[in-house]
């Protein structure tokens, strides 16, 4: 089974600070996924990374940055996080040409 | 781009009862139609999807439908049981995927 893991499931941070989301996915996918989950609003893409070192704006973007050193792992970052970015965090990958995204359980921000 | 709307945002079921979710697209290229279902404290999981050459899937008690012409298309459960409760998002995307859009999500509720 396809398994993305996500670093925390909760997370409270304060206005200002820098703030880090882990992705790992463990079927050698080439493309990854963050979105952004709010109520009345589903899903909003924010970064998306087809290969290592590649990345590419989503809906989104501002306010974040996203890594990728490795193929498995993509890393979320609010340089400075606002009370705006309290949300759910959904990270998903996917094979290229295929369809199926799979997602992690994501993470829920609170910032203060 | 790609505007997916779906309705209704909340729906409330008896037991054994029938349940449908609709949305609807806008882009004529979209080709590719999931439905996932998020349970609670979990990511969204693919429950079923179609592509544009079929008019119809079924998978068990879970069908989706799709008219290309009108640009929209639905998911049916029949015989709903309380397992069914959840939230179901469906979405959109050309081939490459990388420009998924997902509908606001319906918050699924099967009364025992």
């Known amino acids: 089974d396809v398994k993305v893991t996500q670093s925390s499931r909760y997370l409270v941070k304060r206005t200002g600070e820098k703030v880090f989301l882990e992705c790992v996915q463990d079927?050698?996918?080439?493309?990854m996924f963050w979105y952004r989950q709010d109520p009345g609003l589903g899903l909003r893409l924010i970064y998306f990374s087809y290969d290592v070192k590649m990345k590419e704006k989503g809906d989104i973007p501002e306010g974040y940055s996203v890594s990728r050193e490795k193929k498995e792992r993509f890393s979320l970052i609010l340089e400075s996080a606002s009370t705006n970015q309290t949300s759910m965090y959904l990270c998903?990958?996917?094979?290229?040409?295929?369809?199926?995204?799979?997602f992690g359980p994501g993470t829920r921000l609170t910032v203060l | 781009g790609e505007n997916v709307e779906q309705h209704p945002s909340t729906l409330s079921v008896q037991e054994g009862d029938s349940a449908v979710i609709k949305c609807t697209y806008s882009d004529s290229a979209s080709n590719y139609f999931p439905w996932y279902k998020q349970e609670l404290g979990k990511g969204p999981q693919l429950i079923i999807d179609?592509?544009?050459?079929?008019g119809e899937k079924k998978d068990q008690r879970i069908a989706v439908t799709l008219n290309k012409t009108a640009k929209h298309f639905s998911l049916h459960i029949t015989e709903t049981q309380p397992e069914d409760s959840a939230v179901y998002f469906c979405?959109?995307?050309?081939?490459?995927?990388?420009?998924?859009?997902f509908g606001a999500g319906t918050r699924l509720t099967v009364k025992p």
């Open positions: 079927m050698d996918h080439e493309n």
């Open positions: 179609i592509r544009s050459n079929v």
């Open positions: 979405a959109a995307s050309p081939y490459n995927n990388n420009d998924m859009r």
């Open positions: 998903a990958s996917i094979r290229s040409s295929y369809n199926e995204q799979f």
